[in-house]
T-cell receptor, first 115, second 114 residues
Framework: AQKVTQAQTEISVVEKEDVTLDCVYETRDTTYYLFWYKQPPSGELVFLIRRNSFDEQNEISGRYSWNFQKSTSSFNFTITASQVVDSAVYFCALSGPYNTDKLIFGTGTRLQVFP | EAGVAQSPRYKIIEKRQSVAFWCNPISGHATLYWYQQILGQGPKLLIQFQNNGVVDDSQLPKDRFSAERLKGVDSTLKIQPAKLEDSAVYLC????????????FGPGTRLLVL
């Protein structure tokens, strides 16, 4: 069965600190996709990144970076120099290779960035 | 490009009443999803449509929930009768649907059942 674990329920940091959100997944598929979504207080889930299981290169997008390690089944997300606007709930999600596969979400990590 | 639209944004009803939610996906997106997100949890898929056909409704409580996507565009999700445990945010998402595509989410409808 597929499962996503986000062990950190809530993280609080002060602005400009770096913060890493952990994501550990379980799957029997050899091909799969991993996602991160941001859910600000407005409620809408905002897509951040999609990564397939064959691409283990780390990715950087501005202040965001992602570390995918198949050996530890982890797909961690780091925000560098955090800002108040980064305050949100962040969800990691996993899907199989087919369009009919469900998107399985973790329970989310609430990030609070204080000025 | 317009995003996924949902209405209403908020709804308060009493238990045993009926409620309906509406979703308009991104133009050209063939696949539409309804999710239920209970407070403190990640979204859970209720039903997935490919055009106007149901792909997966295994987690839809069919005794009280129903959904349709006539003409393969807009969709409605109905709860009849509502229970207290149905209090949640109902999210609609859409994707191109050609292959495994990224899902884009609407703002959700926050339902409170009293």
């Amino acid at each position: 069965a597929q499962k996503v674990t986000q062990a950190q329920t809530e993280i609080s940091v002060v602005e400009k600190e770096d913060v890493t959100l952990d994501c550990v997944y379980e799957t029997r598929d050899t091909t799969y996709y991993l996602f991160w979504y941001k859910q600000p207080p407005s409620g809408e889930l905002v897509f951040l990144i999609r990564r397939n299981s064959f691409d283990e290169q780390n990715e950087i997008s501005g202040r965001y970076s992602w570390n995918f390690q198949k050996s530890t089944s982890s797909f961690n997300f780091t925000i560098t120099a955090s800002q108040v606007v980064d305050s949100a709930v962040y969800f990691c999600a996993l899907s199989g290779p087919y369009n009919t596969d469900k998107l399985i979400f973790g329970t989310g990590t609430r990030l609070q960035v204080f000025p | 490009e317009a995003g996924v639209a949902q209405s209403p944004r908020y709804k308060i009803i009493e238990k045993r009443q009926s409620v309906a939610f509406w979703c308009n996906p991104i133009s050209g997106h063939a696949t539409l999803y309804w999710y239920q997100q209970i407070l403190g949890q990640g979204p859970k898929l209720l039903i997935q449509f490919q055009n106007n056909g149901v792909v997966d409704d295994s987690q839809l409580p069919k005794d009280r929930f129903s959904a349709e996507r006539l003409k393969g565009v807009d969709s409605t999700l109905k709860i009849q009768p509502a229970k207290l445990e149905d209090s949640a945010v109902y999210l609609c998402a859409s994707s191109l649907g050609v292959a495994l595509e990224t899902q884009y989410f609407g703002p959700g409808t926050r339902l409170l059942v009293l």
